[in-house]
């Protein structure tokens, strides 16, 4: 399995303060993406990175901003957070878009 | 775009009894498909995948997969479950070699419940 973390693991936080959940590989893999969990929808994508400083939107990316600035770290910051991202949120990794990695997930609370 | 869908939310088996897991997608292009597994407060595990050749993909532990182009359906079966099967399995689909927009859509998953 590819080396992937994340942190943290878990953290509840207060609706309108900012929160930044860290990724951090040790593949050197191209592709990192952010996904949220949530029942009753799968997993759907954030944002997603194909390079350092090269990021892009996914289909659920208002209110997340991400930041890629080396290659073994990718940053998913809530900028106000809010009870409706209240959810598990899951890094993944690799070399094509198509063989991903997945990390242990961060449990996210917003009270 | 292309779509998935995982029918059953929630498949309940007996331990060593047959179990089959459905997966349908659209698309007006050739894909990629894969089956990822989710135990218990872990994140997903990459099952098995179908990218060309063979219809029929089979993983390490047991499950197999046949894509049936015909259908779009990508169905997961196991000819006997064991309890260590209990998992949450995601199926997923992506479009291939257009670059960085490439990207894997999932289906919503299935929960898969054995008992003895």
């Known amino acids: 399995d590819a080396g992937i973390t994340q942190s943290p693991r878990h953290k509840v936080t207060e609706t309108g303060t900012p929160v930044t959940l860290r990724c951090h590989q040790t593949?050197?893999?191209?592709?990192m993406y952010w996904y949220r969990q949530d029942p009753g929808h799968g997993l759907r994508l954030i944002h997603y990175?194909?390079?350092?400083?090269?990021?892009d939107k996914g289909e659920v990316s208002d209110g997340y901003s991400v930041s890629r600035s080396k290659t073994e770290d990718f940053l998913l910051t809530l900028e106000s957070a809010t009870s409706s991202q209240t959810s598990v949120y899951f890094c993944?990794?690799?070399?094509?878009?198509?063989?991903?990695?997945f990390g242990p997930g961060t449990r996210l609370t917003v009270t | 775009a292309q779509s998935v869908t995982q029918l059953d939310s929630q498949v309940p088996v007996f331990e060593e009894a047959p179990v089959e897991l459905r997966c349908n997608y659209s698309?007006?292009?050739?894909?990629?498909l894969f089956w990822y597994v989710q135990y218990p407060n872990q994140g997903l595990q990459l099952l098995l995948k179908?990218?060309?050749?063979?219809?029929l993909v089979e993983s390490i532990n047991g499950f197999e997969a046949e894509f049936n182009k015909s259908q779009t359906s990508f169905h997961l079966r196991k000819p006997s479950v064991h309890i260590s099967d209990t998992a949450e399995y995601f199926c997923?689909?992506?479009?291939?070699?257009?670059?960085?927009?490439?990207?894997?859509?999932f289906g919503t998953g299935t929960r898969l419940q054995v008992t003895l």
């Open positions: 179908y990218l060309s050749g063979s219809t």
């Open positions: 698309s007006s292009v050739s894909v990629y």
């Open positions: 993944a990794t690799g070399l094509a878009s198509y063989e991903q990695y």
């Open positions: 593949e050197n893999h191209r592709y």
């Open positions: 997923a689909v992506i479009v291939p070699y257009t670059g960085t927009a490439s990207k894997l859509t």
């Open positions: 990175s194909y390079g350092v400083k090269d990021t």
